[in-house]
């Protein structure tokens, strides 16, 4: 009786979030968490074949979905928190959105997004039988601390998941070693050098298992790359799933395990997110082509190079919440040979985190190219901002210290570049999102 009560109140919670066009995300599952603790034990118990936790600091929402994506294509009915909202009461409230008035959950599969701290918690009520981790990059100081914070609570989860298959990034030494305790582990990654040549701040610098300084025969980007440690033999795994043939004109592409994938995706960091939900998908025994196809009609999520246009001006918008994929980014921007206008929101609020000296870990320097005519910036902490790109020596007639998104991408927008690209924070996602479409639906 407790667990269907929790089932009407939180129904009640999201029909009514959706008329105040809210997401209605997280509270539903907070009302239904008070009412029966146990909820997600219970409705978790329904799921007929996999469920799949995904985690990492970078590229969760996206493995997730590309996951989602290719489960539903293939014709299974899936629980997923899509939006992102990946903590208890988020992939609580996933759960009560599928979930019938008498208490029963009827699906397939789970592919749930779940936060690298909270993921502990998580596990007390669920047992993933699969775990993809995408990667580990310094991440919300303030709430998250060091690396080896982060690294120390996902592996308070893993023991308590001890049968689950991990799927990891082999590429990233500090994902990787996650393995080395494991009894079931594959691995993804690319061999082949890039050539990226980034020069950006790294974590990981140092082995593992014995504390030494990793060498590294090439990087792709952050820490991730061709690494061994010259002690104790921690190495690279070689990946059981293996990008190969990469191309990253416009959109990207790449062969594995036979098969090749044009992905609708910029970015070669979605290779990575890609590759994850190929080995996961494999795993599970879905047909080839069948993941290739799902992985081919992924459409991103909101904020994921999302393109808008306004006043005939096409405008790229991007999601980045840390120095690793604050230089994901400025990539994407500089890999555009046209002119652009760039936008950088910044918020503190508490999704955020509070603390944002982690912008002097980014490498905006990469903006002093000459293809980027002017760079605005907005949000709360829009004149932190503009002193840091000030320090990267770009010219200050170029820099204009904003704080009105609206304006803010209005001014980009009669810029005299080609394109415009906004990069914003987590807070101001959106909000801002919500801005563009109103702003195309003005200037058709």
């Known amino acids: 009786m407790r667990k269907i009560l929790a089932v009407w109140a939180a129904k009640l919670a999201i029909a009514g979030s959706k008329l105040l066009g809210k997401n209605g995300s997280s509270t539903p599952g907070t009302i239904a968490l008070k009412i029966c603790p146990d909820i997600l034990t219970r409705l978790?118990?329904?799921?007929?074949?996999?469920?799949?936790?995904?985690?990492?600091?970078?590229?969760?929402?996206?493995?997730?979905?590309?996951?989602?994506t290719v489960l539903e294509n293939q014709g299974s009915t899936v629980v997923c928190n899509k939006v992102g909202s990946n903590m208890l009461s988020g992939v609580v409230a996933a759960f009560i959105n599928y979930a019938t008035l008498s208490g029963r959950v009827k699906a397939d599969y789970a592919c749930l997004e779940m936060d690298e701290a909270y993921a502990r918690i998580i596990l007390k009520y669920i047992t993933p039988t699969k775990i993809v981790i995408t990667n580990l990059f310094r991440d919300q100081m303030d709430r998250y601390g060091e690396i080896d914070t982060t690294i120390q609570y996902i592996?308070?989860?893993?023991?308590?998941?001890?049968?689950?298959?991990?799927?990891?990034?082999?590429?990233?030494?500090?994902?990787?070693?996650?393995?080395?305790?494991?009894?079931?582990?594959?691995?993804?990654?690319?061999?082949?050098?890039?050539?990226?040549?980034?020069?950006?701040?790294?974590?990981?610098?140092y082995c593992r298992v014995c504390g030494t300084e990793l060498k590294y025969d090439f990087y792709q980007y952050g820490q991730l790359g061709k690494y061994r440690c010259e002690k104790c033999g921690f190495k690279r795994p070689t990946p059981d799933y293996d990008g190969s043939n990469i191309t990253s004109e416009d959109y990207v592409s790449f062969d594995v395990k036979g098969a090749h994938v044009d992905l609708p995706c910029k970015g070669i960091y979605n290779i990575y997110n890609a590759l994850a939900a190929y080995a996961f998908a494999d795993k599970c025994g879905i047909a080839q082509d069948k993941i290739v196809d799902g992985l081919q009609k992924y459409k991103g999520q909101s904020g994921r190079m999302e393109e808008f246009t306004i006043k005939g001006k096409l405008v790229v918008f991007n999601l980045a919440k840390?120095?690793?994929?604050?230089?994901?980014?400025?990539?994407?921007?500089?890999?555009?040979?046209?002119?652009?206008?760039?936008?950088?929101?910044?918020?503190?609020?508490?999704?955020?985190?509070?603390?944002?000296?982690?912008?002097?870990?980014?490498?905006?320097?990469?903006?002093?190219?000459?293809?980027?005519?002017?760079?605005?910036?907005?949000?709360?902490?829009?004149?932190?901002?503009?002193?840091?790109?000030?320090?990267?020596?770009?010219?200050?007639?170029?820099?204009?210290?904003?704080g009105n998104v609206k304006d803010d991408i209005m001014n980009a927008v009669n810029g005299s570049g080609e394109r415009v690209y906004i990069v914003v924070n987590y807070t101001l996602l959106f909000s801002t999102k919500k801005i563009l479409k109103e702003l195309e639906e003005e200037y058709k």
Request: charge should be negative; include cysteine.
């Open 44 to 68: 978790s118990g329904d799921i007929e074949k996999d469920i799949v936790a995904v985690w990492g600091t970078n590229g969760k929402t996206t493995t997730n979905n590309m996951i989602l």
């Open 155 to 205: 592996k308070e989860a893993l023991g308590k998941a001890e049968d689950s298959l991990l799927v990891l990034n082999g590429d990233d030494p500090l994902t990787a070693s996650l393995g080395l305790d494991h009894k079931n582990t594959v691995y993804y990654g690319i061999s082949e050098n890039l050539g990226l040549n980034l020069n950006e701040t790294r974590e990981g610098r």
């Open 322 to 402: 840390n120095p690793a994929s604050f230089n994901r980014s400025i990539s994407n921007v500089l890999a555009e040979k046209r002119t652009k206008d760039v936008v950088i929101g910044i918020n503190d609020n508490d999704p955020d985190g509070n603390d944002v000296s982690w912008l002097w870990d980014v490498d905006f320097e990469q903006l002093c190219d000459e293809s980027v005519k002017s760079c605005t910036t907005t949000g709360i902490r829009s004149k932190d901002m503009a002193v840091r790109l000030k320090y990267c020596d770009i010219p200050a007639d170029k820099i204009t210290t904003g």
